[in-house]
């Protein structure tokens, strides 16, 4: 099953809608009388009398292109959920003052659409009024009191007895009910038993229902069931939701209740295939026919996934109920594949495609009645249409699916005139848990061209909603969307995004690992001074050992020595001459074709971050990919700041003014461990990329894969008297920095080692050269009582102790509004308990170990001062840690620990230590003062709904970096360029427009055109 759907994952789009179009039997005389009985719904739909609230109704006014629309969805989605009257008052105001409601509501013929409108209006002119004050405690008991209103109507009740009572009057009307208990995925192991516990209950109690003629259903999130549901962790997560899936499936099968697997993203697809096979071979489940999943067309995989899924039901005799959707989830997946750079999306681009895929997997569903049961989730009536089309004359053994608070009249008339059975998908649960479910069909349906939001929209002509998607999607030239480029294209034209290998696919992950255990079997490595492309392996080497395990040793290092450092600038000065007069095309030619070998030797350049710095798989990709977007992105900005033409500058006539700009002379890049191949390439291409020559001084842990990659860039065409490579010691450092020949240094690393750097540069007469120095941080996210919990602690995790914390963006001080403190501090004990620390090369390893033994040791007394001074440090959790894996490697346990105020740290603790500090929202300004005084200004974070707030806090924090509801870890060359200010660096940011210039001096040709004969130009100039 997995090879078979592999193939489908990532392939081309137009080849995907070609063979749905020819599988599809889809001639013009069927799709007529698919529009025919599609008109004659809208119609009805559109005359018939409404039930007041119903989705549809909002989005007519108030939709997603709206001002009014966007601020009512954050107002739904984080409202109830913020315990604070001032936290809960800013959100209102913020997102009251700027909106035109009572227009907006216009001519709406929903009373509750009016109501809303007419209080919101009235909330905005009461905020705007100087008695605002006064009027906040009202105005925020009242749009509490509207946001539960509006729950209301999508979520059926707020427990399961509540929504067993409130569905009465569903199935007086003869609809079916399948019930879905609201909640985000698990974080915790708690959060899983007690999503276990709630889904167990539900069964129970609707089991005891009482209406035997149609029995109601209950859809299952998997993500709910363990907090770790994730393709890497699938040796741990799989077996244990085997486990809990096949609990709840007995208690449904006992009492005939329908449990169905509601879909996720597409990286669980298979994991939950796996899952779901395993469940249904219990015997136990034999003749019950209740047990399905949810298929979404969105997805390339969907239309072979149900020749997969016949192939399932086959196989253990029993019948698969099979839920048609479209799918929840289409912009996380486009941003995804961008993000990570894949070769083509998981889903289809274009609306049309999708549809059309609906149709095709709904006639393949129909012509396997034998072994599903399908149910058709929709509220399209030209999807309804189509499928009593396919259907034929035979309309049983299947139904259609709609949810609670959305296309209720169009369903109504399929019951009406008894085409199928109708099921109705009811959220329950507490209307604090409405926000991902509301927010997520807002999102579905809320756009201009959705079905939903065109429907009651009288100025928009029937014939428009109706149109054949089939034919719509032949009629394409173009398969994929035009405003939606390929991953690789994101950045347009000038320059290629990294490729990157989906981890998440075991048919791309296996041979991965298995390249690159073979790339770092088949050598030993070695590095030594390279200077002209000759090798100086001089004076005895030392081993580098494998910090995850320091009995294996990765390959040997030799170091340089004065005297090899004197041949070096000599060297390199000359080859600086020709460099520098080498055309910037080409010295762009050159950087591209180094990405290019970089991406060609994958396998070997992650193995040595692996196993020489102890990376895990996904951050070694992660590094590749950086390193091969900086050789990219400053080809593309070299060719515009370095061309021969320059810049022409504006002055009077019969002048020709030019800026040119050129490489300094002979620079020194010296970087870190933490990043070895990015860091290191970044800052030897940009100084290549401006004309330099460039002596490159590797951490000392770390030289192995700063040899490997200085061997590439010659052999890139990179002239070998050009990059000259110097490992040693920071001794031998000091005495590069110290020449006279150095025109500039460019460095990562301590702040104590810059300002070193700094008066040894100062002390050297001759030319004033420039220090491009990026250092340290004690980086702070601020979290207040309106940002979700779970989006906070997911990001929390990545930036704390992503890389083991060896990161110089790393969060080390999380803020906490005082109101959520205990519930984040809570959640984020219980997520720490869930990380693994493990062999980097482990896929399932989140957290590798730390660089070397020094370092190590300063994290340990760390962790030692913490634990002693429990006056003002509370210990929260520790990631755990087995005992031998901590002999065998530089392992450390990460930490959390609550402090009383970040003054208490004297200096950045440079790994996986956490300090967490509660705060009021009355002290807001205070925290941001605390932050500064710091001196240091790397990067920070912020998570809040309220916009003004972010404004605020982004505003007068000095980083330079400031993330807003997201992890503050992974900057993108070119989309966040990154570099600090204060005591984190002196700019310009790295990956960014800037950043070139620091390595080039500047030069302009003036000439004066009038002497050789006059102003030919301005004489010749025509009569307009």
């Keep these: 099953m ?38 004659d719904f809208v119609k009805r739909v559109r005359t018939a009398k409404r039930k007041i609230g119903e989705l549809e109704s909002f989005l007519q006014q108030y939709g997603l292109q709206s001002e009014e629309g966007l ?24 997102k009251m003052v700027a909106a035109d409601w009572l227009g907006k509501q216009g001519g709406s013929k929903d009373l509750m659409v009016k109501a809303a409108g007419f209080g919101l209006a009235l909330t905005r002119k009461t905020l705007d009024s100087a008695i605002s004050r006064l009027g906040e405690p009202v105005i925020r008991k009242a749009m509490v009191e509207a946001m539960r209103m509006m729950g209301r109507q999508f979520v059926l009740g707020r427990t399961i007895e509540e929504g067993l009572k409130n569905a009465a009057a569903y199935q007086k009307k003869g609809y079916r009910m399948s019930y879905d208990m609201l909640g985000e995925g698990a974080r915790t192991q708690d959060d899983a038993d007690r999503y276990f516990e709630v889904y167990r209950h539900a069964i129970e109690r609707i089991g005891q229902s009482t209406n035997d003629k149609a029995r109601p259903g209950l859809s299952v999130k998997l993500s709910a069931l363990h907090p770790r549901y994730e393709y890497a962790q699938s040796e741990y997560c799989i077996p244990a939701m085997t486990e809990k899936l096949r609990a709840l499936a007995k208690l449904g099968a006992n009492a005939n209740i329908a449990i169905t697997i509601d879909a996720e993203e597409s990286d669980r697809l298979e994991m939950s295939l796996k899952i779901i096979a395993e469940t249904i071979k219990d015997k136990s489940l034999k003749g019950w026919e209740g047990f399905g999943l949810a298929v979404q067309a969105y997805q390339k995989r969907a239309f072979p996934l149900i020749d997969a899924l016949a192939g399932m039901a086959k196989e253990s005799g029993q019948k698969l109920q099979c839920r048609l959707v479209k799918g929840a989830y289409w912009d996380t997946e486009i941003k995804r594949a961008q993000v990570m750079g894949l070769s083509e999306y998981p889903v289809f681009t274009r609306k049309a495609n999708t549809d059309l895929s609906y149709i095709a997997c709904a006639h393949k569903l129909l012509d396997r009645r034998d072994a599903f049961y399908p149910m058709f989730a929709t509220h399209n009536a030209h999807s309804v249409a189509a499928i009593m089309e396919l259907a034929a004359n035979d309309r049983g053994s299947f139904e259609f699916q709609r949810l609670h608070g959305m296309g209720e009249t169009l369903h109504d008339l399929v019951l ?14 507490s209307h604090e848990e409405l926000l991902p479910y509301l927010v997520r069909r807002l999102l579905e349906n809320g756009a201009n061209s959705s079905f939903v939001n065109q429907l009651l929209d009288e100025r928009v ?41 989906d981890l998440t696919e075991q048919t791309v992950e296996e041979p991965l690992i298995a390249h690159i255990k073979k790339a770092m079997a088949r050598k030993k490595f070695e590095a030594a001074p390279l200077i002209g492309g000759q090798v100086y392996r001089e004076g005895e080497a030392r081993d580098i050992t494998n910090p995850a395990n320091t009995s294996q040793i990765i390959g040997q290092a030799w170091g340089v020595d ?36 970089m991406e060609d030797n994958s396998a070997e350049l992650m193995g040595l971050c692996i196993y020489e710095a102890g990376k895990t798989i996904d951050d070694a990709q992660s590094e590749l990919r950086e390193a091969v977007d900086f050789c990219r992105y400053y080809a593309q900005r070299g060719r515009i700041d370095f061309s021969a033409e320059g810049e022409t500058m504006p002055g009077p006539t019969g002048e020709s003014n030019v800026l040119t700009m050129h490489g300094r002379g002979v620079f020194i890049c010296i970087s870190p461990w933490n990043f070895p191949l990015a860091i290191f390439t970044g800052q030897v291409t940009a100084a290549l990329m401006a004309g330099n020559a ?26 070998a008297e050009v990059v000259n490579f110097l490992p040693g010691s920071g001794a031998m450092g000091g005495a590069m920095v110290a020449h006279p020949d150095t025109a500039g240094v460019c460095f990562t690393g301590s702040t104590e080692v810059a300002w070193t750097i700094n008066r040894a540069l100062a002390a050297k007469n001759g030319p004033i050269v420039p220090l491009i120095a990026e250092t340290g941080g004690q980086n702070a996210m601020i979290v207040d009582s309106s940002a979700l919990a779970e989006q906070v602690i997911d990001d929390v995790l990545i930036s704390a102790f992503g890389s083991a914390g060896q990161r110089c963006s790393a969060l080390r001080v999380l803020y906490v509004q005082e109101d959520v403190a205990d519930k984040t501090i809570a959640m984020l004990k219980g997520a720490m308990a869930q990380r693994r620390i493990g062999d980097p090369v482990d896929l399932s390893s989140d957290i590798g170990p730390a660089i070397d033994k020094p370092s190590r040791e300063i994290l340990k007394n760390h962790h030692k001062w913490l634990e002693k001074n429990t006056k003002f440090a509370k210990f929260i959790a520790s990631i755990p840690l087995d005992g031998t894996l901590e002999k065998q490697g530089y392992f450390f346990a990460p930490v959390a620990y609550e402090l009383d105020n970040i003054a208490r740290l004297e200096q950045e603790i440079f790994g996986p230590v956490l300090h967490v500090i509660r705060f009021k929202s009355k002290n807001i300004n205070q925290v941001i003062e605390d932050i500064n005084n710091t001196g240091f200004g790397l990067t920070m974070g912020v998570h809040s709904r309220i916009e003004s707030a972010v404004k605020r806090i982004t505003g007068s924090v000095r980083a330079g970096n400031a993330y807003v509801n997201r992890s503050m870890t992974g900057a993108v060359v070119g989309t966040q360029p990154f ?5 984190s660096g002196t700019g310009p ?19 004066d055109t009038t002497r050789q004969g006059g102003n030919a130009t301005l004489v010749s100039l025509l009569e307009e």
């Design 71 to 94: 601020a009512l969805m954050t107002l739904a989605e984080a409202l109830l959920r913020i315990p604070d009257a001032p936290t809960a008052d800013a959100l209102i105001r913020d």
């Design 979 to 983: 570099g600090g200010q204060g005591l």
């Design 694 to 719: 460039v002596i490159a001084k590797p951490a000392s842990p770390t030289p192995l894969i700063a040899m490997r990659t200085v061997q590439l860039m010659i052999e890139a065409g990179v002239p």
């Design 461 to 501: 002509p029937i014939d428009d909603i109706v149109t054949d998607p089939v034919d719509n999607a032949r009629a394409h030239t173009e398969k994929r969307h035009a405003g939606i480029p390929l991953p690789q294209n994101i950045y347009g034209a000038g320059r290629s995004n990294s490729a990157g290998q």
């Design 2 to 39: 997995t090879g078979h759907l592999s193939s489908y994952l990532y392939a081309d789009e137009a080849q995907c809608v070609e063979d749905l179009l020819d599988d599809l039997p889809w001639d013009t005389d069927r799709a007529d009388r698919v529009q025919t009985q599609a008109r």
């Design 562 to 597: 004065e005297k090899l450092i004197d041949k070096a600038f000599e060297t390199a000065q000359s080859g600086f001459l020709k460099w520098d007069k080498t055309p910037a095309e080409n010295r762009a030619a050159t950087l591209e074709k180094l990405a290019d070998l």
């Design 416 to 429: 009406k005139d008894d085409v199928a059975e109708v099921s109705v998908y009811a959220p329950c649960g």
């Design 989 to 1007: 940011k790295a990956g960014g427009p800037h950043y070139l210039h620091r390595f080039a001096t500047e030069k302009v040709l003036s000439i």
